[in-house]
């Protein structure tokens, strides 16, 4: 970039209108050759690069609004789906979904086909078939860990017979637990197999947590107070609480009323 002349007292005189209007256009001039000669050296490569950028932005609003489409598609099979089943056609559920079983398919919408087709396995009496689809999806890693959850609680529901109570205890352990979305249901089976096994106290405390947890519902709380009690372990917490909900009117609720009147003696 041209600089302008450094004046001092000495100097004879200052720049004149015409040669500032001069040292402005050698300045543009030298600016103009500066670029000229940069995009004669990296002008493909920066062009390049813009063009690249374009294309990754495109590819990706093509992708995004095709994977859109995708889901969209792949949600509309699986209400389809579950229409039928709701329908209790079953077979006709299961061959709903079989085009979303493959790895194209999404991880939601894949797990979502193979519980469909459990559900209608266990419905036609082909359980083994169906204890198998619930593996697949525990096992499938891209599946949602709740969808996962979901999936180990109910292979072991319907082989639980067929167990030992250590491999109960080993597959629904963690999920027997105070707090976990599926506490209620695997906390019965943990609680049962544990009862097999000859564990009492372990039983008894885990049907203890069950009856307090309140986000549980009433039929399985009640049911795991009474087996809670028959381990001799107390599972009542507001005793009053719980007799008015069944119901029962304690001696003490009726100590404050007033005495009965005596009935009049027949004449």
Do not use: C
């Not at 300045?27 to 670029?35: F, S």
């Not at 079983?101 to 193979?114: I, Q």
């Not at 009726?254 to 003696?265: E, I, K, L, T, V």
Request: aromatic share 4%; hydrophobic share 45%; net charge negative.
């Amino acid at each position: 970039m041209a600089r302008l002349p450094i004046t001092s007292p000495d100097s004879p005189a200052a720049p004149s209108r015409e040669d500032e209007v001069l040292i402005r256009e050698i300045d543009e001039a030298v600016r103009e050759d500066a670029l000229l000669e940069f995009l004669r050296k990296h002008g493909v490569k920066v062009l390049g690069g813009v063009l690249a950028l374009v294309a990754a932005l495109g590819g990706y609003m093509i992708w995004h609004h095709f994977s859109e489409a995708e889901l969209e598609r792949h949600s509309e099979t699986v209400i389809a789906a579950l229409d039928l089943a709701d329908k209790e056609d079953f077979k006709s559920a299961s061959d709903k979904v079989a085009g979303l079983l493959g790895d194209d398919s999404s991880p939601g919408a894949r797990a979502a086909a193979r519980f469909i087709q459990a559900a209608a396995a266990l419905e036609g009496g082909d359980r083994a078939k169906a204890s198998g689809l619930y593996k697949q999806i525990a096992a499938d890693p891209t599946t949602p860990a709740a969808l996962r959850d979901l999936a180990r609680l109910r292979e072991v529901s319907i082989n639980y017979d067929m167990m030992k109570p250590a491999d109960v205890i080993a597959q629904l352990g963690s999920l027997a637990k105070p707090g976990n979305p599926y506490f209620g249901s695997a906390g019965e089976l943990v609680a049962m197999a544990h009862l097999e096994a000859g564990n009492r106290a372990e039983a008894g405390k885990l049907f203890s947590e069950m009856s307090k947890d309140e986000d549980l519902p009433e039929t399985l709380r009640s049911r795991a107070r009474q087996m809670a009690g028959l381990m001799g372990v107390d599972a009542i917490v507001d005793v009053k609480k719980l007799l008015k909900d069944e119901g029962v009117t304690s001696e003490s609720d009726g100590a404050d009323a007033p005495a009965a009147q005596p009935a009049p003696a027949a004449q």
